[in-house]
């Protein structure tokens, strides 16, 4: 931990109405709601519901949540693979993150490419990276990786091979 | 067009090893005669696992990987890690470093895209000549940049919390130099290229996509403005010292080839502006460096995405740690791979020499893409 002096105190409370909007749009649907460093809203929905938000942020005008800036996975190792979606308001300049969680032994989502053009290649990446399946994808071959390989090389469960191992021992 | 006799759709191959795909990237066009009926981009012959690698390095190493994922606009690489890292301990960095950076990055804007305005006219036509004129003034800004840095490329100049040493001695003087140089080559791009016939012919109304679909796409950078949606991140949400600076957002208007070049010579001419007022308003001395930084980083744990506005869009980098000493996850939100996107829409319907044109368009930087 750094020293208390070159140290801004932590990113105060925020109160952007993200978190409200959301649950005032989606009533049936349970946000846990939490803040990051920069104090944007994160909110995270179960699997069932993610496709239907995530729909609801670009479809809706309320909402208008209709620019994805970034879609990812995390390794949550036993809880399995989280997979965030950074969204954008351009019209009200705020930022929302939206995160739902695929268990390791089932793991897949909903796919939103099939009315997000810009997903495509996120979820394609996502999918070969983590192993994550995304249920609808039009066309899920891998993207950066080699098309037949199977192993999943961003998942904690593959580490990184010792240098020399992977130059080859005997070149020495 | 459609032709009164039969024709057969052909597959051509153009890459991996194109000189037109500006490094290893392949496409795989289906034409039928001289139209582009289908295009299937394929990437990642150039990925390293860079995400894998930001994850088992430290704080520090990883701003060196940064230069190495985007080898054209390496500062604004840098500049997102490091403020993803200080967002995330809570340093503030002092305001000569937060100048220097703008300045750095400002600069490294104007080399990218002297460097995309030399090989776009290549694309083009304009055999050599205009490559010539924009190494030569992308030549006086890595100069610079040595001088500062000690090195071309792979600068690892910015700290967590500041810079890694003090500017060289007449750093002010030199970078206004520097400044009027780029003035007149700006100026030469701009008479080569700007009202040339052939250039013009090549590149109006080729390529083009609208505003709703390039939002569609998440498209970024001067091939979102091109299509005149004007978000500037630098602009919309200031991050550094941005909002000290009066600077205009140039958008296009058709959001074809022309407009994104025509954004990109005008974002050059802002970015002389913003590294003049930058060099006016520096304070003179100071500190670099908070004071009393740790030698090894350790980060509390959270996330945080932090966006920048980089030559080629919206570089992004989301943070997440769980203390200790290295991210847990670190992923690059790369422009190119995005824009990149889009490449099918803006080519299928166009011809096949133009197909070239366009993909030179997006200014794609393929270590960016498959990182």
């Known amino acids: 931990m750094a020293e208390e002096s070159a140290q801004s105190s932590p990113s105060?409370?925020?109160?952007?109405?993200?978190?409200?909007?959301?649950?005032?749009s989606f009533p049936d649907v349970t946000f846990q709601a939490g803040r990051n460093a920069a104090g944007q809203a994160i909110l995270s929905v179960d699997r069932k519901d993610a496709a239907r938000v995530l729909r609801g942020c670009k479809e809706d005008p309320s909402l208008g949540f209709d620019y994805l800036r970034n879609l990812c996975g995390v390794d949550l190792e036993a809880q399995g693979i989280e997979v965030v979606y950074h969204l954008l308001n351009m019209r009200t300049k705020q930022n929302v993150a939206i995160k739902t969680v695929a268990p390791?032994?089932?793991?897949?989502?909903e796919a939103i490419t099939p009315f997000w053009p810009g997903a495509n290649w996120h979820e394609r990446e996502t999918r070969e990276m983590f192993g994550v399946e995304?249920?609808?994808?039009?066309?899920?071959?891998?993207?950066?990786?080699?098309?037949?390989?199977?192993?999943?090389?961003?998942?904690?469960?593959?580490?990184l091979a010792d240098i020399e191992l992977f130059q080859g021992v005997d070149v020495f | 067009m459609v032709a009164d006799f039969d024709t057969i759709d052909i597959n051509i191959n153009v890459g991996p090893q194109h000189p037109s795909t500006h490094g290893v990237f392949r496409m795989v066009l289906t034409v039928d005669g001289e139209l582009v009926r289908d295009l299937d981009a394929v990437v990642g012959y150039l990925h390293r696992g860079a995400e894998k690698l930001l994850e088992n390095q430290d704080y520090r190493q990883g701003i060196g990987i940064q230069d190495r994922t985007e080898y054209l606009a390496q500062f604004p690489a840098e500049q997102s890690y490091v403020m993803a890292a200080e967002k995330l301990g809570g340093f503030v960095v002092p305001e000569r470093a937060e100048y220097v950076r703008v300045i750095c990055v400002e600069l490294n804007r104007i080399a990218s895209h002297f460097m995309f305005m030399g090989a776009y006219g290549t694309d083009v036509?304009?055999?050599?000549?205009?490559?010539?004129?924009?190494?030569?003034?992308?030549?006086?800004?890595?100069?610079?940049?040595?001088e500062l840095t000690g090195e071309r490329m792979m600068y690892s100049y910015f700290r967590v919390g500041g810079l890694a040493w003090e500017v060289m001695d007449g750093f002010e003087e030199k970078a206004r130099a520097l400044l009027q140089e780029l003035k007149r080559g700006i100026n030469d791009i701009n008479g080569l290229l700007t009202r040339n016939e052939i250039f013009i012919a090549r590149?109006?109304?080729?390529?083009?996509?609208?505003a709703e679909r390039a939002i569609e796409y998440?498209?970024?950078?001067?091939?979102?403005?091109?299509?005149?949606?004007?978000?500037?991140?630098?602009?919309?949400?200031?991050?550094?010292?941005?909002d000290r600076f009066d600077f205009d957002v140039p958008v296009g208007e058709f959001g074809d080839c022309y407009d994104r070049y025509m954004v990109r010579l005008e974002e050059m001419r802002q970015a002389v502006r913003i590294v003049e007022q930058a060099l006016d308003q520096m304070p003179k001395s100071g500190p670099i460096m908070p004071e009393k930084m740790p030698r090894m980083l350790r980060l509390p744990a959270g996330e945080v995405y932090v966006p920048v506005e980089s030559a080629r869009g919206e570089y992004g980098v989301y943070l997440v740690s769980r203390g200790g000493n290295h991210p847990w996850r670190c992923r690059v939100k790369s422009p190119c791979f995005t824009n990149l996107q889009a490449l099918r829409e803006m080519t299928v319907g166009e011809y096949v020499a133009d197909s070239v044109v366009i993909l030179g368009s997006i200014d794609l930087v393929l270590s960016e893409v498959d990182r």
């Not at chain 1, 390791?104 to 989502?109: H, K, L, P, Q």
């Not at chain 1, 609808?136 to 580490?159: C, Q, S, V, Y």
């Open chain 1, 134 to 159: 995304f249920v609808g994808h039009p066309d899920p071959r891998n993207l950066l990786l080699d098309e037949d390989m199977t192993i999943h090389p961003l998942l904690k469960a593959h580490p």
């Open chain 2, 125 to 146: 036509g304009v055999f050599g000549t205009s490559f010539i004129y924009g190494f030569r003034e992308r030549e006086r800004v890595y100069r610079f940049f040595e």
């Open chain 1, 104 to 109: 390791a032994d089932d793991c897949w989502v």
């Open chain 1, 12 to 24: 105060a409370e925020v109160d952007d109405g993200v978190p409200e909007l959301f649950q005032r």
């Open chain 2, 218 to 242: 998440g498209l970024s950078g001067p091939v979102l403005r091109s299509t005149g949606v004007r978000w500037d991140v630098r602009k919309d949400e200031p991050y550094s010292v941005y």
């Open chain 2, 203 to 210: 590149t109006r109304h080729v390529g083009e996509i609208s």
